[in-house]
């Protein structure tokens, strides 16, 4: 028979340094001093979560809590060395022994004192991106895999699945199933790779990023004396942004804290929107069920946003079934009412802001204050071109910028040779999209093409003079070529070369759709914005019109990538994924449709539903002092040939009429009435 025997270690009483009475509220407060045991620390938007965190680590130092005892873990190597830099002030010393970071940077850490114990070395090398998907390439030819004979998909493509299926801990199978069920069919091929993969990395010494994670996991589970010693060691395990971890971090937080069970997790379900990339909803939602004597602590207390914007935030999020009931409380005084607005196109919609950003500029705000908020890419292209139209200057950080994606210079590519075929640079992108032709193959066909389009008469049609160079083709490409040349007759021929729109059609029908699947590892979403780039082209009476503005927009998006300086005024547009985590004065959310937002295709589950009203939420909550919501009625439409009726996004539908002011355009009339 054995017992545990505490051993209580003997020091002085506590005298603390901080007075957390004074510095935190009664919320905030409770949270920071709660007792050991698991806990769930649910912090509404703009309540302080990271004051709160930093807090909580300060509090257990003063209780005694050697630094080393303590586990925190992040979403980014800047949020931990800020809240240690803070914690670091409150009680006046270093903490250099504190175990915090990003669960990739605290998984190295530990496999390279125990790489050996799973058959690694702790010399491994971590591949980049690019190295791993160089490996991927490498396992590809090993396996014998004509990629062009069973339209299988690229590395790049490969490399996302095997990501997927680690983080979310599913088969190559499943993950096929739900997100590429076009590749369902060759499920034995691609686990075939996979296996390869992941010998070649044990052979060469490598890791990939998600490596960090697997054989940390691992390396807990094979080593149970390891297991134990770090059980014993980490007393207290602090998770920022609980709401955003995958299945194989909640996996290692709970097995790393099995013995204390004193895991305190920080995060807002509310704010969970990143499950296409893995994270996992219920980690959150049941974490209560995996710890049945966790304490819960709500911090609803809001010092970001005025009543009003908070009163439709919480409206907003109302509906949503799963999720743990909060209410956003305001600290700030009352302020305007969150204005709905309805315009009669997208064009109207860009025209309304604009104004209303000068407006508010006159009226003393910044134009780094304002901010426009989307769903996807593509809603605001017309908005750009109208704050070209107005010299309103703004940047763009929504990743990499809209017209400089691979799947948008693509197609570009095809529009730029059909209306100008001495375009070298487009002539060599596009056959340099073709199997087996590189670099020094692409000079050779461009000086091939290059004489044949040359004739006295003027350039020849771009497919004949295409066809004339077959013979200098490898053969490997021998298909693709004449795919090439066909298309480009089709974009030659009338009336489709009268229509960039119905051009940008004819590309994607013609095998562009089919490079995108093998290709990108999120087809859909560059396939939506291609779609919605076609109906954006039908504004514009030729395609040398389209593809200049093409061109003014990517050279003034370039331009916004300079470092910005304390006085560089630009109204921020953003994805909304990308803006989470930030605030403004003055937010717009725009294409507010059904079917832009909510986007269509989450709109086939309930679970898909509930996230994009998340995201609406995240949304809303970043405005601190005024709120403005549009959507268009009209939208022209890609292959329907005009302008289809738009419905208001039911999310607009949930907020009751009497928390909004709806604004009503109408055209100035230079006669008054």
């Known amino acids: 028979m054995s017992r545990d025997y505490v051993l209580q270690p003997f020091r002085a009483e506590v005298q603390l340094q901080i007075d957390y009475a004074r510095e935190l509220n009664e919320q905030q407060l409770a949270a920071v001093t709660a007792p050991p045991g698991p806990a769930l620390v649910i912090a509404g938007a703009g309540a302080g979560k990271t004051r709160t965190l930093t807090y909580r680590v300060a509090y257990l130092l003063e209780q005694g809590v050697p630094p080393d005892r303590i586990l925190l873990l992040t979403f980014t190597n800047k949020a931990a060395r800020e809240m240690m830099r803070r914690v670091t002030e409150l009680i006046g010393s270093e903490l250099g022994t504190l175990w915090g970071g990003t669960f990739h940077s605290i998984g190295h850490r530990l496999l390279r004192r125990h790489a050996e114990l799973i058959g690694c070395q702790r010399d491994f090398t971590i591949l980049d991106r690019e190295d791993a998907k160089d490996l991927v390439s490498a396992c590809l030819a090993d396996a014998e895999i004509d990629l062009k004979a069973t339209r299988f998909p690229k590395p790049d493509v490969l490399a996302n699945l095997f990501s997927l299926a680690v983080n979310k801990q599913k088969s190559v199978s499943e993950i096929l199933a739900q997100d590429y069920s076009y590749f369902a069919s060759l499920a034995s091929q691609i686990d075939d790779v996979r296996q390869r993969y992941e010998a070649r990395k044990r052979k060469s010494n490598v890791m990939d990023f998600d490596d960090l994670l697997v054989l940390w996991l691992k390396l807990l589970r094979d080593q149970p004396e390891l297991c134990e010693q770090y059980q014993r060691r ?63 602590y709500k911090i609803e207390v809001n010092y970001r946003s005025t009543p009003e914007i908070l009163t439709l935030a919480n409206a907003a999020i109302a509906p949503n079934i799963h999720q743990f009931a909060k209410q956003l409380a305001p600290v700030r005084k009352s302020g305007i009412k969150p204005v709905l607005v309805s315009c009669n196109d997208s064009n109207e919609q860009a025209a309304f802001i604009t104004q209303r950003m000068l407006e508010l500029r006159e009226e003393g705000v910044a ?7 989307y769903r996807s890419h593509f809603h605001a292209l017309e908005l750009q071109l109208e704050l070209t139209r107005r010299n309103i200057p703004f940047s763009i950080t929504s990743g990499i910028r809209f017209f400089e994606q691979a799947h948008i210079k693509d197609v570009s590519a095809y529009l730029k040779l059909a209306g100008n075929p001495r375009d070298e640079m487009a002539f060599k992108r596009l056959v340099q999209m073709l199997r087996g032709v590189g670099g020094k193959g692409a000079d050779k066909l461009w000086r091939v093409f290059d004489t044949a389009i040359a004739v006295p008469t003027g350039p020849a049609p771009v497919a004949t003079a295409l066809r004339s160079g077959a013979s200098g083709v490898p053969k490997k490409a ?34 562009y759709e089919d490079y995108l699947q093998e ?45 910005a300086t304390a006085d560089d005024e630009r109204v921020r547009l953003s994805t909304i994924h990308q803006a989470k985590g930030l605030e403004f004065d003055v937010v717009f959310v725009i294409m507010l449709c059904d079917g832009l937002f909510p986007s269509a295709r989450s709109l086939d589950t309930p679970e898909g539903e509930e996230e994009e009203r998340r995201l609406f939420y995240v949304a809303v909550t970043r405005a601190r002092n005024e709120l403005y919501l549009s959507y268009p009625i009209l939208r022209a439409t890609h292959g329907h040939g005009g302008d289809l009726m738009q419905q208001a996004s039911r999310f607009l539908k949930d907020i009751p009429s009497e928390l909004r002011e709806e604004w009503n355009l109408r055209p100035f009339n230079p006669y008054g009435g």
């Not at 134009?367 to 908020?373: E, F, G």
């Not at 489709?496 to 095998?511: D, F, K, P």
């Not at 200049?548 to 998006?557: D, F, G, V």
């Open 367 to 373: 134009l780094n204050q304002m901010a426009v908020l």
């Open 519 to 563: 290709n990108f590892a999120n087809y859909r979403a560059r396939l939506e914005d291609l779609e919605q780039l076609a109906s954006f082209a039908q504004q514009f009476a030729s395609l040398e019109e389209f593809l200049t503005q093409l061109a003014l927009l990517s050279n003034l998006e370039a331009e916004d990538d300079r470092p």
């Open 478 to 511: 021998a298909t693709g070529w004449e795919q090439l040349c066909a298309t480009m007759e089709q974009l030659e021929a009338e009336p489709t070369r009268n229509s960039t729109s119905q051009m940008l059609r004819v590309i994607l029908e013609a095998g």
């Open 234 to 296: 980490f007393q207290f395990i602090l998770v920022d942004e609980y709401q955003d971890t995958n299945k194989l971090q909640s996996d290692l937080i709970d097995l790393l804290g099995a013995r204390h069970h004193n895991v305190m997790v920080v995060g807002d379900d509310s704010q969970s929107i990143y499950s296409w990339r893995g994270a996992n909803f219920l980690n959150i939602l049941e974490f209560p069920k995996r710890y049945p004597n966790a304490q819960t």
